[in-house]
């Protein structure tokens, strides 16, 4: 179960239709991002070296995302642990919502047994974890696209944020972890462009 954690807590950097532009994953999937989307990935780091830079950061470019946010996180998605993007059309100064992906070694229940452990322990690791009360709304296992996966819905760290999260099967025992977290006011409109973003994946 601690490998749920893991990835569910990746996330604790938010303070943050249509098809998109593909991008390429350093995990090993395409996606399509729609473009009010800004995508961090260690390869657009890469690419585009200017303007990632953390002391020049163009605000037309970068829209309400939150500067000193991007600065902390940089770091990280250069080291390939995590990939993040972040909604450049959200209302909140001070929360950008955001979808990231890590990739960890696990797997998926198997079974009705497997699941119903899963999620009757997940409220209490998630308010453990989250050091506040965290309500599950949604644990079942899900297909979308052709893609298997856990399926979860839950509070998110701060308060009034909701997070929604695929745990993707890439392989035998590696899978594919993309959480998306906003604020509760934007839950529906992020909700169907994050089905269509995790709809769009596709492994090489």
């Known amino acids: ?94 929360f950008s919502d955001n979808i990231n992906v890590v990739k960890i070694i696990g797997r998926t229940p198997e079974n009705d047994n497997q699941l119903h452990e899963v999620c009757d322990s997940l409220p209490e690791q998630l308010s453990s974890a989250f050091g506040r009360r965290i309500k599950v709304y949604q644990c079942k296992l899900k297909s979308l696209n052709n893609l298997d996966s856990l399926f979860l819905e839950f509070d998110g760290m701060v308060k009034g944020t909701r997070s929604i999260q695929y745990q993707i099967q890439m392989s035998s025992n590696v899978q594919i972890v993309v959480t998306a977290t906003c604020k509760d006011t934007t839950l529906e409109i992020v909700r169907k462009e994050f089905e269509d973003i995790v709809g769009s994946i596709r492994f090489k």
């Open 1 to 94: 179960m601690t490998r749920y954690i893991l990835a569910l807590v990746m996330f604790f950097i938010s303070i943050t239709p249509g098809h998109g532009k593909e991008y390429q994953s350093s995990f090993g999937f395409t996606v399509d991002i729609p473009e009010h989307w800004l995508v961090l990935t260690r390869q657009e780091l890469k690419d585009n070296p200017a303007l990632f830079d953390p002391d020049k950061l163009d605000e037309k470019k970068f829209g309400k995302v939150n500067k000193d946010l991007l600065k902390s996180v940089i770091g990280r998605i250069q080291s390939g642990g995590v990939e993040i993007y972040f909604n450049q059309e959200s209302p909140d100064i001070h």
